[in-house]
C-alpha cells in the first residue's frame, strides 16, 4: 500500500454506486447486432483491405482497431454477438485464446515491440467502447511511445498509415 494512503469505509456508497447513472447504462440485451459496427463489419462482404481484417477463424476475427492506441493495434473478436467472456461456448473460447496468441506473435514479429499490452474491457464502466460486443485488444507498446502530446494535447501520434500497418500484420501472420 502507498505510503500515507488512507482508506476512508462509507459502506452506504454501495447503494449509491448501484442506482447511480441507471439510466445512462447500456443494456447489452436489447443492443441488436445490426447495430454493431463489429457485426457490420463480419457481414459486409467488403475485402480485408477495407475492413481491415487480419485473419478470419470460423468463430472469431483478427482486426485492426480503426482509433489505435499506436501503430499495430489490433483486437480479436468473437463473431458471436456477445458481451462477456462467460458467454461464449467452449469452442470459441478456445479460438479467442488461440487468435489472442497469433496477434501477439504477429505483432510482435511485425512491430518488434518493447512489450505487448492485451486487454480485455467488459461493460461500458470498465472502459468498453462497445460494451455489447466483447473485444480483445493487443497493443504493441515502445519504451519511449509516450510525449507530450499526449500529456498536453490529448493526442496521439500514429506514425504510418492503416494500410501500411494492415499489410505489415497480415504478412506477419501468414508467415507465423
Given at each position: 500500500?502507498?505510503?500515507?494512503?488512507?482508506?476512508?469505509?462509507?459502506?452506504?456508497?454501495?447503494?449509491?454506486?448501484?442506482?447511480?447513472?441507471?439510466?445512462?447504462?447500456?443494456?447489452?440485451?436489447?443492443?441488436?447486432?445490426?447495430?454493431?459496427?463489429?457485426?457490420?463489419?463480419?457481414?459486409?462482404?467488403?475485402?480485408?483491405?477495407?475492413?481491415?481484417?487480419?485473419?478470419?477463424g470460423?468463430?472469431?476475427?483478427?482486426?485492426?482497431?480503426?482509433?489505435?492506441?499506436?501503430?499495430?493495434?489490433?483486437?480479436?473478436?468473437?463473431k458471436?454477438?456477445?458481451?462477456?467472456?462467460?458467454?461464449?461456448?467452449?469452442?470459441?473460447?478456445?479460438e479467442?485464446?488461440?487468435?489472442?496468441?497469433?496477434?501477439?506473435?504477429?505483432?510482435?514479429?511485425?512491430?518488434?515491440?518493447?512489450?505487448?499490452?492485451?486487454?480485455?474491457?467488459?461493460?461500458?464502466?470498465?472502459?468498453?467502447?462497445?460494451?455489447?460486443?466483447?473485444?480483445?485488444?493487443?497493443?504493441?507498446?515502445?519504451?519511449?511511445?509516450?510525449?507530450?502530446?499526449?500529456?498536453?494535447?490529448?493526442?496521439?501520434?500514429?506514425?504510418?498509415?492503416?494500410?501500411?500497418?494492415?499489410?505489415?500484420?497480415?504478412?506477419?501472420?501468414?508467415?507465423?
Open positions: 500500500m502507498a505510503e500515507g494512503l488512507q482508506h476512508l469505509w462509507a459502506g452506504w456508497r454501495g447503494e449509491y454506486i448501484a442506482d447511480a447513472n441507471t439510466t445512462a447504462r447500456t443494456d447489452v440485451s436489447t443492443h441488436v447486432p445490426e447495430e454493431c459496427v463489429f457485426c457490420r463489419i463480419f457481414t459486409s462482404k467488403l475485402p480485408d483491405t477495407e475492413t481491415f481484417v487480419v485473419s478470419t470460423s468463430l472469431c476475427v483478427g482486426i485492426l482497431n480503426l482509433y489505435p492506441y499506436t501503430s499495430g493495434h489490433m483486437m480479436v473478436i468473437p458471436s454477438h456477445v458481451a462477456n467472456l462467460g458467454d461464449l461456448s467452449n469452442d470459441e473460447s478456445r479467442l485464446w488461440a487468435m489472442i496468441n497469433r496477434a501477439d506473435a504477429a505483432v510482435r514479429k511485425a512491430f518488434n515491440p518493447d512489450g505487448v499490452n492485451v486487454g480485455i474491457n467488459q461493460g461500458r464502466a470498465a472502459g468498453a467502447g462497445i460494451p455489447a460486443h466483447l473485444h480483445v485488444h493487443i497493443v504493441p507498446r515502445w519504451s519511449a511511445d509516450t510525449n507530450f502530446m499526449t500529456a498536453i494535447a490529448d493526442t496521439r501520434i500514429i506514425p504510418e498509415s492503416l494500410s501500411r500497418t494492415h499489410s505489415r500484420l497480415v504478412e506477419a501472420w501468414n508467415t507465423l
